[in-house]
């Protein structure tokens, strides 16, 4: 299938969902509005919405405020997963010891983590930063570590039968083990960044994505409250799309489905 084939498919998929949306948000089905507009709103209010956001300019501050935090989130968390995980997949006798722990950290739920690092860090942009991180960084660390520790046999074996040094083992059999792993790790992890960036926001903050949902919740603006989550979705798609780029450029060595390089 060529992508524009598919772009066109998805397309239609969000377009058939947005018709339904209106159609059974405005149109009574046996005397019955099925999506009551107070509750569900509808895709021309959320649209327009979106619209007033841009044309006043009130969002770029707000949608500023959250792409810094999501972006230091997503970098620092992904840095220090990366590296803890290719210590621990390194270093057996280290990832045994600190096993349990890394579990019990893992097994925080995040949302009660929010006011605590509200309570140290402040209401600024690096208590949201650090909520951030602590989701992206458990994605990153298992993944990177899992990705290491699935290195071929076959290949380390050869390697070192060839006289390669440590050095040249990590750089040439190592890290490109990890980095599919560890790009398959990223993807989801920008969602989470996002996810905690606005979690932040609307748990105590004064500007941000999160803090406009947040507002249009507490007036029951359900258009607003939408118009956010889209914007949202729109935002984790662009910087998914800046790893997808990134991925393509580190793994052009990795064959294609169909066999070729």
Not at 46 to 70: A, C, P
Not at 211 to 229: H, R, S, T
Request: glycine share 10%; with cysteine.
């Amino acid at each position: 299938m060529s992508r524009v084939t598919l772009l066109a498919l998805q397309v239609l998929v969000a377009v058939v969902c947005l018709v339904l949306w209106q159609f059974f948000a405005s149109v009574p089905v046996f005397g019955k509005i099925l999506l009551p507009p107070f509750f569900f709103s509808n895709p021309v209010d959320v649209f327009s919405q979106i619209v007033k956001w841009f044309s006043s300019g009130v969002i770029w501050k707000h949608l500023g405020i959250t792409l810094t935090e999501s972006i230091l989130a997503f970098v620092i968390g992904s840095a220090g997963g990366v590296l803890i995980g290719f210590w621990f997949a390194r270093q057996p006798l280290v990832a045994a010891v600190f096993d349990p722990y890394v579990k019990m950290a893992n097994a925080l739920p995040r949302v009660v983590l929010a006011p605590i690092f509200a309570l140290w860090l402040g209401l600024g942009i690096w208590s949201k930063v650090a909520l951030g991180v602590t989701l992206v960084f458990f994605i990153v660390f298992f993944n990177v570590y899992q990705g290491v520790k699935e290195v071929s046999r076959t290949v380390l074996d050869n390697g070192r039968m060839l006289g390669m040094s440590e050095r040249q083992l990590m750089r040439h059999v190592y890290w490109p083990s990890a980095l599919s792993w560890m790009f398959s790790s990223l993807h989801t992890s920008v969602g989470f960044a996002v996810v905690g960036a606005v979690v932040g926001e609307y748990l105590g903050s004064a500007a941000g994505l999160g803090y406009l949902i947040q507002q249009a919740e507490g007036i029951f603006d359900v258009a607003g409250v939408f118009a956010g989550m889209f914007v949202l979705s729109a935002f984790v798609i662009l910087i998914d799309f800046g790893v997808t780029l990134v991925e393509r450029r580190l793994l052009v060595w990795r064959p294609t489905v169909d066999g070729r390089g």
